[in-house]
């Protein structure tokens, strides 16, 4: 079975959830401290897939995500740059999404950083269950999953700096677009994030980060309606199992 590295400490603080998600999905999922990574970066290799999970890092000073990825761009930047380019799976969830945009893996790996995670337009932390869907994309995380007319798709956002923006935004905006790396978006606006953008991945499709949190919609009792079927976080977590097997 593929191992799944799901880093913690350091503030973050969902590392059991994103482990038992990628368990439920198939993986051997591996709780690795990140000084265990930054103290021998080549562990990396030993794994298929990885996950940065939602939380506070570092209490989110200097902004969230932004010394997380100071921390791994010093220590293990190659290394995650490697991962990366011989197609292994990472996903960054909230604080791990502000993270991966901050390490330069997201939108464009090795270009100057064009986008950003600011605070919501209201200002405040928002802490509530979102409908979510999914555009046509390249992202190998999110491929087939399809809008459920009876039950729409929800995911738990927990986050003050979720929105996404840029300097260009229609630039970006079109540039996204044209090249299919917007795999998940809200279904209204509720944080002010350039064309309800939930999440953004890579060029190849295989890094990707979002505020939502699928790791808290495994299953159905978790669900704010706990209807049968209701729950559909896991299906995340399934496709980067399947795209692990069949590589």
Not at 140 to 169: C, L
Not at 176 to 190: E, N, S
Not at 207 to 218: I, R
Request: aromatic share 8%.
């Amino acid at each position: 079975m593929p191992k799944a590295m799901i880093l913690c400490g350091d503030g973050l603080n969902c590392e059991r959830e994103t482990a038992s998600a990628f368990d439920a999905a198939g993986f051997v999922s591996s709780i690795t401290h990140i000084n265990e990574l930054v103290r021998n970066p080549k562990i990396l290799g030993s794994f298929q897939a990885m996950g940065i999970p939602g939380g506070f890092s570092f209490g989110d000073e200097l902004g969230s995500g932004q010394i997380l990825a100071k921390k791994l761009r010093a220590f293990a930047s190659d290394e995650l740059r490697d991962f990366v380019r011989q197609g292994n799976p990472v996903i960054g969830i909230c604080n791990g999404f502000q993270a991966l945009v901050k390490l330069g893996l997201l939108p464009w790996p090795d270009t100057p950083q064009e986008i950003a995670l600011a605070h919501n337009s209201a200002g405040d932390f928002i802490n509530r269950w979102v409908e979510v869907e999914f555009p046509d994309s390249i992202c190998i995380w999110t491929k087939g999953i399809e809008d459920d007319a009876r039950i729409p798709i929800q995911y738990p956002v927990r986050h003050g700096e979720g929105r996404v923006t840029a300097a260009d935004e229609s630039k970006v905006l079109q540039e996204l677009k044209r090249r299919r790396q917007i795999p998940l978006r809200y279904r209204q606006d509720f944080n002010g994030s350039m064309d309800r953008i939930a999440g953004l991945c890579d060029p190849s499709g295989v890094v990707f980060g979002l505020m939502p949190h699928p790791e808290a919609a495994v299953s159905d009792w978790l669900h704010p309606s706990k209807e049968k079927g209701s729950a559909r976080g896991l299906d995340i977590f399934k496709n980067a199992k399947r795209y692990v097997d069949e590589r």
